[in-house]
């Protein structure tokens, strides 16, 4: 088997980047590549993660056979934590599908990193507290319980005025995060 081809394959089919499947497991880029291109390999807890972020497990990897994953547990989720935010990917393997969720966890008086305009339409759900959406030169406030929906070709993010967490389910189509 060539590992590092199967993996590249199934990092592809996903349409990550060797630097964001890096970023999602605390890695390097150079060594993603070094991988895929059998230079190296893996540790057993470094293949595992990878594996993870990518929507399977050794057992499928390793397997012939594979059945479509329906059902994703708490322990399924990845978290990467940013400046003043949080990103917990809901659904590990979302890239290879038409939509993305995530739970975005803003800290007091943070923002999210501003979103470049790309092709895509993108749904959030205040789930706590308070946000403003920033969509081009628009700003807009919504409450725990309010949404919104938008088409991504203007910049955009989401802003915490308030002095505790914000949580919003945000949801990209096409994957983006």
Same mark, same amino acid.
């Given at each position: 088997?060539?590992?590092?081809?199967?993996?590249? =394959?199934?990092?592809?089919s996903y349409n990550l980047s060797q630097e964001e499947l890096a970023n999602r497991v605390d890695l390097t880029k150079g060594y993603i !590549?070094?991988?895929?291109?059998?230079?190296?390999?893996?540790?057993l807890a470094s293949l !595992?993660?990878?594996?993870?972020?990518?929507?399977? !497990?050794?057992?499928?990897?390793?397997?012939? #056979?594979? =059945? #479509?994953?329906?059902?994703?547990?708490?322990?399924?989720y990845i978290t990467k934590h940013e400046d003043g935010y949080s990103?917990?990917?809901?659904?590990?393997?979302a890239q290879k599908n038409e939509m993305e969720p995530i739970i975005v966890s803003i800290e007091p008086h943070c923002?999210? !990193?501003e =979103?470049?305009?790309?092709?895509?339409e993108e749904f959030g759900y205040v789930l706590d507290g308070e946000v403003v959406v920033c969509y081009d030169n628009r700003k807009?406030?919504?409450?725990?319980g309010e949404t919104f929906y938008f088409t991504t070709n203007k910049v955009h993010y989401l802003y915490n005025p308030k002095d505790k967490v914000s949580k919003v389910i945000w949801i990209s189509s096409p994957?983006?995060?």
């Open positions: 088997m060539d590992l590092g081809k199967k993996i590249r =394959d199934l990092r592809n !590549s070094q991988l895929e291109n059998n230079l190296t390999s893996p540790s !595992s993660e990878i594996l993870t972020v990518l929507g399977t !497990s050794l057992k499928e990897f390793f397997s012939d #056979e594979s =059945d #479509e994953k329906i059902v994703y547990k708490k322990e399924d990103l917990t990917w809901l659904v590990n393997n923002k999210t !990193s =979103d470049n305009p790309h092709e895509g807009i406030r919504l409450k725990k994957p983006n995060f």
